[in-house]
């Protein structure tokens, strides 16, 4: 086995062990709510996962860096990455999980120097487990998976997501929406951005579009590319942001959507 052989089957085993533990959590009526910001959602299944996921890693890898959505969201992680680092978003879909709807996923990526290497995203109330490996290809449940051929605009299924905060932005939001829905064939929004970005993978997705953070993408990142999709930005990040893991204005989709709907979306700036 390769060392990112052996990072992925690690990784997954993780994944598993937090998922299975949100599901029963969530089984045995165990949840707590409270609102970060008075806003945005986090139950006590939420804290349990990233504690569950942070600790094995600082079990088994001591000296790597870990940037985890509830423990340690510190953003200058990222700039400390000559060291292994490890990007974890314990619950993506926190508000369908407490809602019990089945779009959740735990979502671990494994990144050296700024390239995202390994990538699992897991959603145990499916039993799926998309994962990737750098120049290796990407998986669900062990099958190799491709994204959609879709090439038309007018055919095209569109994901995207919604910040928890929408006080400000909303008009830019909907001019961006309102242009996607004028060219394509529709909108989804499933909430969890790690799973819309494997859905693109899959091709149950045609393209997914959001201002996210490192967490919510960097795994679905890694799988997107390997299915063969594109992974970019609708407006360009500048230096010193041009790593993987920048998360603002994300367009990841099949190739030949790439560009027209790259347009769309920056001409519907305000
Ligand atoms: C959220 C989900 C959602 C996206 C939000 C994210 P969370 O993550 O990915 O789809 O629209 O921007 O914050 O809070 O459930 O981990
Ligand atoms: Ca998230
Ligand atoms: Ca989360």
Redesign the pocket.
């Known amino acids: 086995m390769s060392n990112l052989e052996s990072i992925l089957a690690f990784a997954s085993d993780i994944a598993k062990q937090a998922g299975n533990m949100i599901v029963e959590m969530r089984a045995g009526s165990q949840l707590n709510h409270s609102y970060k910001d008075g806003i945005?959602?986090v139950t006590n299944s939420?804290i349990a996962a990233d504690t569950l996921i942070t600790d094995a890693i600082r079990n088994q890898f001591p000296q790597h860096q870990i940037l985890a959505?509830e423990s340690n969201p510190d953003l200058s992680t990222i700039e400390h990455s000559d060291t292994p680092l490890w990007v974890i978003?314990p619950?993506?879909?926190?508000?369908?999980y407490a809602h019990h709807h089945h779009q959740v996923a735990i979502s671990i990526a494994y990144v050296i120097k700024g390239k995202i290497q390994v990538a699992v995203v897991y959603n145990p109330f499916l039993s799926e487990l998309f994962s990737a490996i750098r120049q290796k290809g990407a998986w669900l449940n062990d099958q190799p998976i491709r994204c959609s051929h879709t090439t038309e605009m007018k055919r095209a299924i569109v994901a995207t997501?919604?910040?928890?905060d929408k006080s400000t932005q909303l008009t830019q939001l909907m001019a961006r929406l309102q242009s996607i829905l004028e060219n394509c064939a529709d909108v989804r929004r499933?909430?969890?951005?790690?799973l819309?970005i494997c859905w693109v993978a899959l091709g149950r997705l045609d393209a997914y579009y959001?201002t996210?953070?490192p967490?919510?993408c960097a795994a679905g990142w890694l799988i997107a590319k390997e299915a063969g999709a594109r992974c970019g930005y609708f407006i360009e990040p500048v230096p010193p942001n041009t790593h993987e893991l920048h998360s603002e204005h994300l367009l990841v989709c099949t190739p030949a959507l790439y560009e027209p709907l790259k347009r769309i979306l920056h001409d519907a700036q305000l």
């Open positions: 945005e959602l939420d959505e978003d619950i993506d879909g926190t508000v369908n997501g919604f910040p928890y499933l909430g969890s951005a790690a819309d959001e996210v953070s967490w919510d």
